[in-house]
C-alpha cells in the first residue's frame, strides 16, 4: 500500500510556471507506475501525465505535451510534474495516482491509489 500527498499547487498567472510534488509513503514506491489527472468544476477527471516504475517511459495528454515534465526520484519517493506556459484551462484539482502495472498503458488503466489533491489556479 501507498499514501500520497500532493504539494506546490497555488494561484499563478497565464504564463507562469509551477511544480507539483508527489510524496509518497512505502518501500515499494519504485514498483508503482505513476500519474498525474486533474478535475475542473464541473468537469470530469482526466489524464494528465504519467511515467513509468524506472522513469524511462512518460504519456502525456496533447493538451499539455510541450508545457508538462513529469519525472520521479524513486530514492526520494516522490514524482514531479513541472508545469510551464500554464493557460487558464490549466485551472484545476491535480492529483497524483499510483498503480503496479508494467503495460504500455498510462492513461486507460485503473490507478489504485490517490492523493488528496493540490489546487492549481491560473489567471488570465
Known amino acids: 500500500q501507498v499514501q500520497l500527498v500532493e504539494s506546490g499547487g497555488g494561484l499563478v498567472q497565464a504564463g507562469d510556471s509551477l511544480r507539483l510534488s508527489c510524496a509518497a509513503s512505502?518501500?515499494?514506491?519504485?514498483?508503482?507506475?505513476m500519474g498525474w489527472f486533474r478535475q475542473a468544476p464541473g468537469m470530469e477527471r482526466e489524464f494528465v501525465a504519467a511515467?513509468?516504475?524506472?522513469?524511462?517511459?512518460?504519456d502525456y495528454a496533447d493538451s499539455v505535451k510541450g508545457r508538462f515534465t513529469i519525472s520521479r526520484d524513486n530514492a526520494k519517493l516522490t514524482v514531479y510534474l513541472q508545469m510551464n506556459s500554464l493557460k487558464p484551462e490549466d485551472t484545476a484539482v491535480y492529483y497524483c495516482?499510483?498503480?503496479?502495472?508494467?503495460?504500455?498503458?498510462?492513461?486507460?488503466?485503473?490507478?489504485?491509489?490517490w492523493g488528496q489533491g493540490t489546487q492549481v489556479t491560473v489567471s488570465s
Open positions: 512505502g518501500r515499494t514506491f519504485s514498483n508503482y507506475k
Open positions: 495516482a499510483a498503480v503496479i502495472d508494467y503495460s504500455g498503458n498510462y492513461r486507460d488503466i485503473e490507478y489504485d491509489y
Open positions: 511515467i513509468s516504475w524506472s522513469g524511462s517511459s512518460t
